[in-house]
């Protein structure tokens, strides 16, 4: 049996939740999917348009741009967040590496959940806006040492 | 002329007939009413010889105005509207009621005179009591199309009144003119009441208001503080206008107590003079002064009656000086001038006065005219009455000393209105340079045209056009319209040419055909579909046969815009030629087909398409669904809004079909309140709450206010969520209990939470410490809401910013601004709540002594309610588990009864 306080413990290591509070974050847990792969199986296209989020739960899966390996990813680890918020194409296929098992949010049941929980955009909105800013700072820091 | 021909003629719509002949009613009775009063308290105060006592008159009207002012001001925050309109007309009724019985007072010209100051305060509040019930029941479109029949109506019935106080004076008396104003306003009452029945939403709920409201009724002295120059020249000037008011008032009476004696004899007389006068007045609106309006700068027209009374004034001086007997010339003069001031100042002078806010912000505009209305009449009216109590100080109190007085002031008031005017024009220039007007509400006079739009329009910028075109283009010439959407129509750019084209269609200029013909092949497809729907609205049924061969070489999107004009514009000839084969494919068995079906009907957006809709909104698959609730937002037909709700309580698509039912606006409240009653569960039940939310309208606010105390803690953040949202304040004592309640609530919960994390559990478990604080962070963006609901989101707003700041000054300022402006109880409610944080943990335990040290989960249950979230029940229950403490026995009944997935999960796994 799934655990929806597990659930919540592992969307805290998504970027994106990091800073929302866990109660905000059981309404997200309740639209969670789970899914599992076999060994080999390519879930995601490069090219295609997102409509998914993936948290890996157990298993290894490998980010690739057709042989050329990006990177590996383990338990906990993120797949596609922004997807979350706008359809963009994947700019990478990703593999399962052993037997895996994901966490997976649709995109349209996320968008159902925000109108529902308008303080959850908020949330989301204030979050990314520090990033903004943090990127910002980032890219002042970089000029100032060129 | 048949029934539809009349609304036609009159402007009216169907469903608008009963409110406003009711209105029309109410509003007709009411001026009887007060034509009536009028006449009979002047003619009892001339005939009592009471004219001497004007100047206390004036100064007790002007201080009884700012009370009263202020009293309806407070209760109109705290009654619904259909009680406040009510206790209005039952004071005036009063009133009449007891002015009837004056004549068994023994010093019946004192009591007359504080009658008289009476009927000043009355005729504010009768004023007052009909823009306030018109301005709920109308919006600002009605309002332009009905209000000149009312204010006719209005018009004829003062007139009736005034020429039928001769005959009642005649064969009954003087007294029996105020029984007859009691009748008139009791049935203005009646009609009152027909009205609030009709429209219960709009009466009935609570009067809501933001901060500008609390600004409008705040102290009358703030006119000393305001810092808007424009605002204070203005205020200054609306000012000098009740002061010459009242100096012409008091010279006029004067004169007519010299000249007449008897009851009678004064009720003819002012019986004849004022129905002439209204007739003037009436005449002259419907014909001159639009015309005025259109030809004059708004600067140019407040001038006008200054001017008049100037050149009157002078000449009432001059008879003064230089005639020997100047008796009638005297009454002749003041008489005009009183008969000039009444028709000037009504039909012109305050209209274009009130104008002169438009190109304010909403905020400065409300000041404005709560500075001209509320503000200046009562303050007006006592200097009038301390000028001539200082005259009668010094023994200067003559007739000669009040008409030097008028003149000076009326010197005064052309030196502000120059000032104005001149101000006005440059608040406007420069307005339209920054295209900081976004709205028609500005009517310009040729003369404004000439003068600030070409200097604006000089530059050939699109953009600067467009602007143009779009503030200022029903007032200009034809030919300067056409050039201008011609120089926009040949514009590259797609996002101009979409605004022109709204634009052609908005004006009607059927010049524009070819240029909509020649756009119809954009390749930019919105531009080329609303050059498509411009040339089919031109061509009509001519349309069929123009673009047939484009239709049939099209695909797609292009083909479907081409085939919704023609079945939009080209009626019984475009519904022959493509209806059939769109209802064709509305039941086709190809899903792209039904897909396209419901596109085109959306695109075409008639209401006839209701059947073919209702079908596809039930279609088996999701995306026709999809496309057929888009294409319920154009049609709007209200048979849809219940397959809309079944969408919504499906689940699937319930965010589009939501989005949907709310663009319906007030066809879509009865069904809500329908479904709201049946028993959803409460999943279902908020999301049909939230559709609520997103009416923002009096009716579907009231919803939201009675779920206030829902006792489903989700429900009643929906609940509260939707009216803070809706950027409402409420008011009235039933929402402030509410209010109070969920104060209370929330100051209890906040208790709780805090001796959470002093209690060891938390001390151990980080989880459980960080879920409790930010669970408090939870809990400050609600009490803030809550208070938001009663002081406005205004405020909140402000407050929430400045805590967000990582400024410490800015959130010290929030906590003061919640300081001054909360009440002293909500503050102690409010303020712990926002200011916590680690470091105040420790003064709150000093302040709680008697805090229980051993707290735990049952502490989150005080009182049978539940003052946590489900995650945070939910881990409590997991840290028991993993500590193997056992659960009280009697907690395990209430975890069960909040149906929690999550919390059922970690109590089954336990057990």
């Known amino acids: 049996m799934e655990f929806l306080i597990d659930k919540v413990f592992s969307l805290k290591a998504v970027s994106v939740f990091e800073k929302l509070p866990e109660a905000s974050l059981l309404d997200v847990a309740r639209i969670m999917d789970y899914d599992e792969f076999k060994k080999g199986v390519e879930f995601i296209r490069k090219g295609e348009m997102a409509g998914e989020m993936y948290i890996v739960k157990s298993g290894e899966v490998k980010v690739h741009d057709g042989e050329h390996l990006l990177a590996k990813l383990g338990p906990g680890e993120i797949v596609g967040e922004l997807a979350l918020l706008t359809p963009i194409p994947r700019t990478a296929s990703v593999s399962a590496l052993s037997d895996v098992v994901v966490y997976k949010i649709g995109r349209e049941h996320f968008l159902d959940l925000l109108y529902e929980k308008p303080e959850l955009m908020n949330e989301i909105i204030e979050v990314l806006i520090q990033r903004i800013i943090a990127l910002n700072d980032e890219i002042k820091k970089l000029k100032s040492g060129q | ?911």
């Open chain 2, 1 to 911: 002329m048949t029934y539809s021909g009349v609304l036609r003629f009159f402007q009216i719509k169907g469903a608008e007939v009963p409110t406003f002949l009711n209105m029309l009613g109410h509003s007709f009775f009411n001026a009887l009413a007060i034509a009536f009063s009028f006449t009979a308290i002047n003619v009892l105060l001339v005939e009592m010889n009471g004219i001497e006592n004007l100047p206390y008159i004036y100064l007790l009207g002007g201080f009884l105005m700012l009370i009263t002012g202020r009293i309806y001001s407070s209760l109109e925050s705290s009654l619904p509207p259909q009680r406040l309109f009510t206790l209005v007309l039952l004071f005036c009724m009063g009133w009449a009621i007891v002015a009837r019985s004056a004549d068994l007072v023994q010093n019946t010209l004192l009591f007359v005179s504080f009658l008289y100051a009476l009927y000043l305060v009355i005729y504010q509040l009768s004023n007052l009591e009909f823009w306030g019930v018109a301005s709920l029941l109308y919006d600002v479109r009605q309002s332009k199309r009905l209000f000149g029949m009312l204010t006719t109506g209005e018009s004829v019935a003062k007139i009736l009144g005034y020429m039928a106080t001769p005959l009642i004076v005649t064969w009954f008396s003087v007294y029996d003119l105020f029984l007859c104003a009691a009748v008139a306003f009791l049935i203005s009452l009646f009609f009152f009441y027909r009205l609030a029945r009709l429209n219960k939403e709009g009466l009935k709920v609570a009067h809501h208001h933001d901060e500008d409201h609390e600004k409008k009724s705040g102290s009358w002295l703030s006119v000393f503080r305001i810092s808007d120059p424009f605002l204070r020249i203005t205020g200054l000037f609306a000012l000098l206008a009740v002061l010459v008011y009242y100096f012409v008032h008091y010279t006029f009476l004067n004169r007519v107590e010299v000249h007449f004696r008897e009851a009678e004899e004064l009720a003819y007389f002012f019986g004849l003079f004022f129905s002439f006068g209204t007739f003037l007045n009436l005449a002259n609106r419907l014909l001159v002064f639009n015309r005025l309006f259109k030809m004059l700068r708004i600067g140019n027209m407040i001038l006008i009656l200054p001017a008049f009374l100037a050149a009157f004034t002078l000449a009432g001086l001059v008879g003064m000086v230089f005639i020997e007997d100047p008796l009638y010339y005297m009454l002749w003069v003041f008489g005009l001038i009183m008969l000039f001031d009444e028709i000037l100042r009504s039909s012109l002078h305050l209209p274009s006065f009130f104008v002169l806010f438009q190109p304010l912000s909403k905020h400065k505009r409300l000041e404005g005219h709560t500075l001209a209305k509320g503000r200046m009449e009562p303050l007006g009216m006592l200097m009038a009455g301390g000028v001539m109590l200082a005259l009668i100080w010094f023994g200067v109190f003559t007739i000669q000393s009040i008409i030097v007085c008028l003149a000076v002031a009326v010197i005064l008031w052309i030196l502000i209105g120059v000032k104005v005017s001149g101000m006005y024009g440059e608040l406007v220039r420069f307005m339209l340079k920054n295209r900081l007007l976004t709205s028609r509400n500005l009517d310009f006079s040729k003369e404004e045209l000439g003068a600030i739009g070409g200097e604006v329009s000089a530059s050939t910028d699109p953009v600067n056009l467009l602007y143009r075109l779009k503030v200022m283009g029903p007032s200009l010439p034809d030919q300067e319209r056409k050039d201008m959407l011609v120089r926009l129509l040949s514009d590259e750019n797609p996002l101009i040419l979409k605004e022109a084209l709204a634009l052609a269609g908005e004006f009607r200029d059927e010049r524009m055909v070819p240029y909509a013909r020649e756009l119809a092949a954009h390749e930019n497809l919105e531009v080329s579909s609303k050059a498509v729907f411009l040339l089919c609205s031109f061509l009509e049924d001519d349309a069929v046969e123009e673009l047939e061969e484009d239709i049939r070489q099209s695909t797609g999107e292009r083909k479907e815009q081409l085939v919704a004009a023609v079945l939009k514009y080209s009626g019984i000839v475009g519904a022959t030629t493509y209806g059939s084969a769109l209802m064709g494919k509305a039941r086709s068995g190809t899903i792209e087909d039904r897909i396209t079906a419901a596109r085109v009907i959306g695109l075409v957006g008639l209401r006839d398409y209701y059947h073919p809709l209702a079908k596809l909104l039930r279609d088996s698959d999701r995306e026709v669904r999809r496309a057929a609730i888009a294409a319920t937002a154009t049609v709007k037909n209200e048979k849809l809004i219940p397959i809309l709700f079944e969408i919504v309580i499906s689940g699937d698509l319930f965010r589009e079909a939501s989005r949907a039912i709310a663009s319906f606006g007030k066809e879509a409240i009865p069904h809500l309140v329908m479904e709201l009653k049946k028993s959803y569960d409460n999943r279902i039940h908020q999301r049909l709450l939230k559709i609520a939310g997103h009416i923002h309208l009096p009716g579907s606010l009231r919803m939201l206010v009675s779920e206030l105390l829902a006792t489903d803690p989700g429900t009643r953040s929906v609940a509260i969520s939707g009216i803070y949202y809706s950027g409402e304040s409420i008011s009235g004592a039933e929402v402030r209990d509410k209010v109070d309640h969920l104060l209370d609530l929330e100051s209890r919960y906040f208790d709780v939470l805090v001796a959470q994390l002093l209690y060891s559990l938390a001390e151990d478990d980080d989880r459980l410490r960080r879920s409790l604080l930010s669970e408090l962070d939870l809990q400050r963006d609600r009490v803030l809401k809550i208070a938001g609901l009663w002081y406005g989101r205004k405020l909140i707003q402000r407050v929430s910013d400045n805590l967000r700041s990582a400024d410490r000054n800015l959130a010290v300022n929030a906590i003061e601004l919640l300081e001054n402006r909360l009440v002293r109880r909500d503050a102690a409610r409010v303020i712990p709540v926002v200011e916590f944080s680690l470091e105040t943990l420790y003064d709150w335990k000093k302040s709680h002594h008697n805090y229980k040290k051993d707290q735990g989960i049952e502490a989150l249950f005080p009182n049978g309610c539940v003052c946590a979230s489900e995650w945070l029940i939910a881990l409590m229950v997991r840290i028991y588990r993993e500590r193997d403490i056992e659960l009280p026995r009697d907690i395990i009944p209430r975890l069960e009864e909040i149906e929690s997935e999550a919390v059922m999960a970690e109590l089954n796994a336990k057990n």
